[in-house]
């Protein structure tokens, strides 16, 4: 498999196999880190939380059609105020999701695995009779397409950087609030000891509450970002769940920065194996070493505490 | 108008008579026998106690209208149906208006097999339209085979097969591949090709044709990579990262479904440019209906080999694609197999009448050699094998979800499910 | 918990079982004709791995969202079985290489490959039917139960598996005929399946091995081992402390609920005709468990009540109704979950089976007969 190449190449080849990974690590991080953040705090697996993300991609075609509609010269911006109507968005579904169904299943995690895998399907039918049962296609911004020549051999796609600029905001986002604010303060007061958090007079429905709304919105942002790498249909959400779940699961509960390692090690490991390997081979051989490693730690790669 | 086989006019109260009888007489000659329902006795044309009353005769439709399919085979419902409304309009057939009973695959094989059942057992349908992925088929093949039921079968696929109860109205892999391969090579100058596909048994299929015949008839031509990707599969950047360093020709992508609109638009997004032809992009599974998806910006320029596309310029597809936009709306698009699917009834139809009879086993009998003239890809003809002669197209996408035909083979290309020397 | 709880079948038992012999040996085949008793026929197979998870899940606590590994793994051992038998020489004479099944041909294999030939066996076919799955689940529980992985964590890994399981068999097509599935099954042993006939008695038979499961899953109810397994779902660590070993009951019932799903199946292929792997991934083996849900997830008689009337909803709905279905089954998954827990069964204990006592007790005006009715639950 090396032959052929000359050792610029290789070397080429070593350096865009390796961005690929990056790209590949920050769409990882864009759709677990809203779910990480919902599990660490609450023990809760959001089995719709790839419809969500759909939601925001929804919301980004909305805002596209808007704006080629009524403000053609804005187009060129219209894709960050779609991320920010997609946050608000999947948001404010959270928020009402949570107060409407998850609030009442605290107590039973295994359920609340059934009941958001039925609020799933609602919402993929309801994507699907209210957009069509078509996959609708975004346009991208002109400044996000093609590519930047690194050197001869090495170009770098410009979505691809995109994304990766956004992961990573996103994350400090994240970071910040997690750590620097009071919001983040009440998280973590919950997530050491609930009742004592209680009983000091931290609200902590409302702070569940929000946590939820604000996972959510995290993926809604997810989605807007994914219009430009795949397909907007009512079931493209399924497409993004195992995969999701395996990252924040192996990247441990409660732990921002599990969530990102776990998506740079899996990504990179499926990446890499991608290039020597047949897709499906590699496919299955990531999912195979992940659930073998977890066999091994279940409490994942960087664990607050051990998880039942 | 004056006619020879009126008699000469008699004076007299008679002569109103006979004028009466003979305008009877010379109408129902020039009739279309279509009409003459009474003419073909039900007890006669339906001997095995299919649903054909002496007004109807009922029809199964079997396609996905939800789950994952359906977007792909909402066109052929619709095809099919206008179809149906078009002869019936025409007055059926053999007198008989056609009545159609639908069902829903849900996209879910098992479920195929069952309604297959259902359509061939408790309604007894005379003949369905059908199926559209090869799981679907496979999956109803033995149903129809055990109960004597007749699919028309629309969508463009892997060849390997040949049943009598099934008449294939799409291309088999080497009507789709080959003359394509042909094309590129020759026009294009094309040497080295990357294969690319979906990890499933049409594209494999497809690509190792396409490896053989690139290898063994194209001087001088080889094939530098050959790559699949599971279905439902978005990350394709390091696929793309090893055809920029392969540097080929020529791109050859069998990508289904979901995947498409992820690979096509990382492609763009990578700075590969379909429109900029290096490479260039070949492939065998975009309609028309896929560009809705992946948007036609992204994927202008690339080239796809089909039997139809909606921008043919014949008179018979300018009726067709208005006859269906009336139906259907304006804002429709028809992809190759949209127009397949089209072609089912009126075959079914043609065999029908040459049979005579709605029994199956006549018109299996009856189906090879039957023409059809006012196909809108222009003129068709099953085979003794089940499948159609039809010519193969080549056409270039272009932004506003369209193809431009820039070529069409000069003879019909013959339909070989089982090709010798790419086995 | 009464005393008459130690029997393995009380007097409620019994009636329960009575009645779903009944309806499925002699109601269903008087009133349905041919095709739809086929219909229930294949409920009735998903019906085994709502039966297993009443058993993992309901009182073990093990919730397995890749139940559709098992069943895809029993349904494709009977599946090389049948295909062997069909792939005669004779049958296969236009293929480049006779003697072997069509998928096979088609991707250029020249032999049969080593691992299907035991399958030409029908004795280690159905061994393997029920072999295959146990021994799976015996390494996914001997991986996870010793850790002590359970809760969430579990049901994601078996997630995880239902992909894998699904991405291989798709990908390797000239093995496992890929997405097309085996198709056209013929022939058991000479005797051929695809008539009505033997329709009619597949599903005599499907109905007596589920019988033969629900004794067994009974059995193990009522058994100390059941009780174990209601306490360890419960309170895991107080038993552990007790001394017992956790794990090994957990694999042990993981394991069995494997061996039903295998069986069912086996079952399924031999009454639809062939075996895809649309019935192996993530969502089939969540609707699996909806069928457990609906009809309860504590009673294994509501667990093929379930089975049969959320299949028999779905057929319904999606002929008249096709976009509705979707919206009525994740309306269901909710309900199931927020509303009445214990499913079906948990209706008719706690409101229907009351009344029902309040109505014979009548002339006996005592002592309440709640009591009696709650352990019907069981």
Known sequence: ????????????????????????????????????????????????????????????????????????????????????????????????????????????????????????????????????????????????????????????????????????????????????????????????????????????????????????????????????????????????????????????????????????????AQSIMEFFLSGSMAKVLTLLVVVGILMIRPQGLFSLKLRK | MSDPKTPKPVSGPNRRAVLAGGTALTASLFMPKELRAQDFPTAEVNTTGLAVTDDTVTVGILHSVTGTMAISETGSVQAEKLAISQINEQGGILGRKIEFIQEDGASDWPTFAEKARKLLVNDKVASVMGCWTSASRKAVLPVFEQ?????????????????????????????????????????????????????????????????????????????????????????????????????????????????????????????????????????????????????????????????????????????????FKEMWGDDIVIGDVTQAAYLGPWLWKAAVEKAGSFDVDKVREASPGIEMTTAPEGYVKIHENHHLWSKTRVGRAQADGQYDVVFETAELVEPDPFPEGYQ | MQAASNRIFTRQDIIAFAILAAIIFVVLPVVLDSFRLNLFGKYLTYAFVAVGLVLCWGAGGILSLGQGVFFGLGGYCMAMFLKLEASTPENTAIQSTPGIPDFMDWNQLNALPWWWEPFNSLAFALFAVVAVPVVFAFIIGVAMFRRRLGGVYFAIITQAFAAILTILIIGQQGYTGGVNGITDLRTLNGWDIRTNEAKEILYYVNGVLLFACLAIAQFVRKSKLGRLLIAMRDQEDRVRFSGYDVASFKIFIFCLGAAFAGIGGAMFTLQVGFMSPTLVGIVPSIEMVIFCAVGGRLSIVGAVYGALLVNWAKTSLSESFPELWLLGLGGLFIAVVMLFPNGLAGVYSEHIAPRIAALFKKSVPEASPKPAAKAAAE
């Open chain 2, 147 to 323: 109960h004597n039921g007749f699919l028309y079968y629309p969508t463009f696929y892997e060849g390997l097969e040949q049943s009598p109860n099934v008449i294939y109205t799409g291309q088999e892999a080497t009507q789709q591949i080959i003359a394509g391969l042909d094309w590129v090579s020759e026009t294009k100058g094309a040497k080295s090709f990357y294969l690319l596909g979906s990890d499933y048994i049409w594209p494999r299929t497809s690509n190792k044709i396409a490896r053989k015949h690139i290898e063994n008839f194209l001087e001088g031509s080889e094939v530098v990579g050959e790559e699949y990707y599971p279905l439902g599969h978005t990350q394709f950047n390091s696929v793309i990262n090893k055809i920029r360093l392969r540097k080929p020709d020529v791109i050859y992508a069998i990508v289904v479904g979901g995947s498409n609109v992820a690979f096509y638009k990382q492609l763009k997004a990578a700075g590969i440019d379909p429109a900029g032809e290096s490479p260039l992009v070949l492939t065998i599974s975009v309609t028309e209906d896929e560009i809705r998806g992946i948007g036609g910006e992204n994927i202008e320029g690339t080239y796809a080999c089909m039997k139809y596309f909606q921008s043919l310029e014949n008179e018979n597809n300018q009726a067709f694609v208005s006859a």
């Open chain 1, 1 to 268: 498999m090396f032959s052929g190449y000359s050792m610029g190449e290789l070397g080429a080849i070593f350096a865009m196999q390796g961005f690929a990974g990056l790209i590949l690590f920050s769409v990882f991080v864009l759709m677990a880190l809203g779910l990480a953040i919902i599990f660490g705090q609450m023990g809760v697996i959001n089995m719709a939380h790839g419809e969500f993300m759909i939601l925001g991609a929804y919301v980004t075609y909305l805002t596209s059609n808007v704006f080629s509609a009524y403000m053609p010269e804005l187009f060129g911006i219209y894709f960050f105020v779609a991320m920010i109507l997609a946050f608000i968005a999947s948001g404010l579904l959270g928020l009402l999701v949570e107060w409407g169904l998850i609030r009442h299943l605290y107590a039973r995690p295994l359920d609340t695995l059934l009941a958001t895998w039925g609020l799933s399907l609602i919402l993929q039918q309801t994507y699907r009779s209210v957009f069509g049962a078509r996959e609708v296609g975004v346009t991208i911004p002109n400044w996000m397409m093609g590519s930047l020549p690194l050197t001869d051999l090495i170009e770098v796609p410009i979505n691809g950087i995109f994304v990766m600029v956004l992961a990573t905001g996103i994350s400090l986002a994240v970071y910040i609030l997690m750590f620097r604010s009071s919001w983040g303060l009440q998280v973590r007061a919950i997530g050491q000891n609930r009742t004592m958090a209680d009983a000091v007079g931290i609200n902590t429905a409302w702070t569940d509450r929000l946590t939820f709304g604000i996972g959510c919105g995290v993926a809604g942002v997810a989605g807007s970002a994914f219009t430009m790498i795949g397909s907007t249909g009512p079931t493209a959400g399924q497409l993004y769940i195992v995969d999701t779940f395996l990252v924040v699961v192996f990247g441990g509960a409660g732990s921002l920065l599990g969530t990102i390692a776990s998506a740079f090690s899996i990504s990179q």
